[in-house]
T-cell receptor, first 115, second 115 residues
Framework: EAGVAQSPRYKIIEKRQSVAFWCNPI?????LYWYQQILGQGPKLLIQFQNNGVVDDSQLPKDRFSAERLKGVDSTLKIQPAKLEDSAVYLC?????????????FGPGTRLLVL | AQKVTQAQTEISVVEKEDVTLDCVYETRDTTYYLFWYKQPPSGELVFLIRRNSFDEQNEISGRYSWNFQKSTSSFNFTITASQVVDSAVYFCALCLSGSARQLTFGSGTQLTVLP
């Protein structure tokens, strides 16, 4: 079974530019998460989707970050405009929907450096 | 609000030594789940174990073992006969039951196993 796919793996941009990250979850996983992991810290949830609806985006800086999951499969996370403090690894995870709590499986992440 | 504390920022051991990684959590909920993830230098978070709050049985999987104690709100992870390939950052995480099911991560412990 293929894991969570993310692209690009690395991105370097200048502040005030825009950037987009893509995630393809494990086949059949209805729930998709985006996390931000700043160097030396644990991942922090940005947004959670269930199918194509948002479950929680309370920690998403909505003035500059946006995310969508139009067909309930792939997802895109965008930053516009980027700030220096957005330098981090952006992790995508997915889990099944039905039944008891299901484990979240993570992709390899996108390392963003904002100069 | 829930919280996970991993007080050990970095640990170094020599190969074949045993090592224990500590995890202390805080929550007012009676139903919750605890996780350990491994993050090797490649960046991907690898799921190791999930334990629910009603199951305090310790678990062993090969060289890995986990000690869950509700009385002290701890969920410690022991690696027996450590190997160089065990070098990674290890995260403990807490998830409450309910629709959101967000993971709250600790800050991680960097384990270095020296040959």
């Amino acid at each position: 079974e293929a894991g969570v796919a993310q692209s690009p793996r690395y991105k370097i941009i200048e502040k005030r530019q825009s950037v987009a990250f893509w995630c393809n979850p494990i086949s059949g996983h209805a729930t998709l998460y985006w996390y931000q992991q700043i160097l030396g810290q644990g991942p922090k949830l940005l947004i959670q989707f269930q199918n194509n609806g948002v479950v929680d985006d309370s920690q998403l800086p909505k003035d500059r970050f946006s995310a969508e999951r139009l067909k309930g499969v792939d997802s895109t996370l965008k930053i516009q405009p980027a700030k220096l403090e957005d330098s981090a690894v952006y992790l995508c995870a997915s889990s099944q929907l039905k039944g008891s709590l299901k484990t979240q499986y993570f992709g390899p992440g996108t390392r963003l450096l904002v100069l | 609000a829930q919280k996970v504390t991993q007080a050990q920022t970095e640990i170094s051991v020599v190969e074949k030594e045993d090592v224990t990684l500590d995890c202390v959590y805080e929550t007012r909920d009676t139903t919750y789940y605890l996780f350990w993830y491994k993050q090797p230098p490649s960046g991907e978070l690898v799921f190791l174990i999930r334990r629910n709050s009603f199951d305090e049985q310790n678990e062993i999987s090969g060289r890995y073992s986990w000690n869950f104690q509700k009385s002290t709100s701890s969920f410690n992870f022991t690696i027996t006969a450590s190997q160089v390939v065990d070098s990674a950052v290890y995260f403990c995480a807490l998830c409450l039951s309910g629709s959101a099911r967000q993971l709250t991560f600790g800050s991680g412990t960097q384990l270095t196993v020296l040959p």
